[in-house]
């Protein structure tokens, strides 16, 4: 079981999730914006190619595998926190000579 949270632990925690989601947020409109320039280039300034989906579907599973970092992992309840729980646990052992 863990120590409860102080009220600065708390803090410096909501600021850095929320500081994860709202880099997610900016490189969805960034993926949005670029993508719909690359397709344009694509559809009615290079010929009629579709040309620009290959690097829709790179830079989409990039965004897709950020936002699972961000809500997914990210979230405190899940995965990371349990991996995190038991690397301390680990190294309180090493330390401590167990």
């Known amino acids: 079981m ?3 949270l ?3 632990a708390i803090e410096k925690l909501a ?3 929320a500081g994860a989601k ?3 947020y900016m ?3 960034l993926y949005v914006v670029v993508n719909l320039i690359v397709f344009s280039m694509s559809r009615y300034g290079f010929g009629n190619r579709p040309w620009s989906v290959y690097p829709l ?3 989409g599973l990039g965004l897709a595998l950020h936002g699972v970092s961000v809500f997914v992992l990210g979230t405190g309840s899940g995965l990371r ?3 995190v729980q038991k690397e301390r646990e680990r190294l309180l052992r ?3 000579g167990n």
């Open 81 to 83: 926190e349990r991996m």
């Open 6 to 8: 102080t009220p600065e």
């Open 27 to 29: 490189h969805a409109v």
């Open 22 to 24: 709202l880099g997610w």
């Open 2 to 4: 863990t120590a409860p």
């Open 15 to 17: 600021r850095k999730r």
């Open 94 to 96: 090493q330390r401590d």
């Open 57 to 59: 579907l790179g830079w």
